[in-house]
């Protein structure tokens, strides 16, 4: 079958033809053609798997219930796997719809055994203007969630949007810890879907913004601060190899903005470096933490906030409210978003 495609509707016709077209004007309708379709489960169950001599499997079968289709198994796991329940993937659904995002396909994929939700987000998001939410039931593909420029419609466009954008989302493993991660995740769909018109207004702002040779050479200092005098010498070569990996990213064509000195060029810069090498090569991260999950809920995501609020403190045109360090912890702003001595850098 074409792509793998196994049941859903979306809202225009696919190169497959394979699906239903329907119409998508809030969450519950969204929801309603999921389950009617029969491509999302209203309830899934875990059974052990057992031989006809009666000898238990080390494995358990992922039993999904259908609102007006028949029961089956979607999928084969071990032990660990923990299932994402189906009211927190509607959750996740409806938490994205309430943010704006308008939706345009409930699917599902492999006999299915994944399950997919996809949106516009239009200029919210600058150039990437498709949401997509997909999950699994035996193991294949962590719950994931991001923004991509391609529409996907089946599991070829699935893998394209994974290999062009893959690297910007969001990606669960199926753990005890799931359900406590998700409702983390709802609330960051929604906050980026909210938030990404401000973002982009600030990067229009920001390509419009010229910065003379000191300038620029502040803003620099603040994203990526000297190591302190009486710093070690492993952190003297580490913030040193941090500041040439930073001016090797801003001289890349795919992070300039317009002539020299330009605001948006550090922003893309010191961003480019949360997940790539200057090499354009994936950022490898300690432990099993992969990048995508430390990006949601790690030191990448807090770095990302210091990088935000540089550039928002360069935008507001002199108007900063002088503010140390102590006093920025007295009025409750996290360490993270403060960064070490970054507003004193700015101010300073």
Same mark, same amino acid.
């Given at each position: ?11 225009? =016709? ?10 998508? =004007?809030?969450?519950? =309708? ?6 009617? =379709? ?311």
């Amino acid at each position: 079958m074409a792509g793998m495609w196994d049941r859903g509707v979306l809202n225009a =016709s696919s190169w497959h033809g394979l699906e239903e077209v329907g119409t998508f =004007s809030d969450a519950a =309708s969204i929801l309603d053609h999921g389950r009617r =379709s029969g491509a999302w489960p209203v309830a899934l169950e875990t059974w052990e798997l057992r031989t006809k001599a009666g000898l238990l499997a080390p494995a358990s079968a992922i039993v999904a219930s259908y609102q007006a289709h028949a029961d089956r198994v979607v999928g084969v796991v071990g032990d660990r796997y923990t299932s994402n329940a189906p009211t927190d993937w509607a959750g996740l659904v409806t938490a994205a719809v309430a943010a704006g995002a308008k939706p345009t396909g409930a699917f599902s994929l492999c006999s299915g055994s994944k399950v997919l939700a996809t949106f516009e987000v239009g200029t919210s998001n600058g150039l990437r203007t498709q949401l997509l939410l997909v999950d699994s039931f035996d193991g294949s593909t962590r719950l994931s969630a991001g923004f991509t420029s391609i529409r996907v419609v089946c599991a070829n466009t699935l893998a394209m949007a994974f290999g062009a954008d893959g690297a910007a989302m969001a990606q669960l493993r199926h753990t005890a810890s799931l359900e406590t991660k998700v409702q983390i995740l709802k609330k960051s769909v929604a906050k980026s879907i909210e938030t990404g018109e401000k973002v982009r207004t600030m990067f229009e702002t920001a390509s419009r913004t010229k910065l003379n040779r000191d300038q620029a050479r502040k803003v620099f200092d603040a994203l990526f601060p000297e190591a302190e005098k009486d710093a070690s010498q492993a952190a003297k070569t580490r913030a040193e190899n941090q500041r040439e990996e930073a001016y090797k990213a801003m001289a890349l064509d795919v992070n300039r903005v317009g002539d020299k000195g330009n605001l948006a060029t550090l922003w893309n810069g010191a961003t480019y470096l949360l997940d790539r090498n200057t090499d354009g090569t994936a950022r490898k991260t300690r432990g099993d933490s992969d990048p995508l999950n430390n990006l949601l809920f790690g030191t990448r995501a807090r770095r990302l906030a210091e990088i935000q609020v540089t550039i928002e403190t360069v935008l507001r045109d002199g108007s900063v409210e002088r503010m140390t360090v102590a006093e920025a912890r007295e009025h409750g702003i996290d360490d993270g978003q403060i960064g070490r001595k970054l507003l004193e850098d700015m101010l300073g």
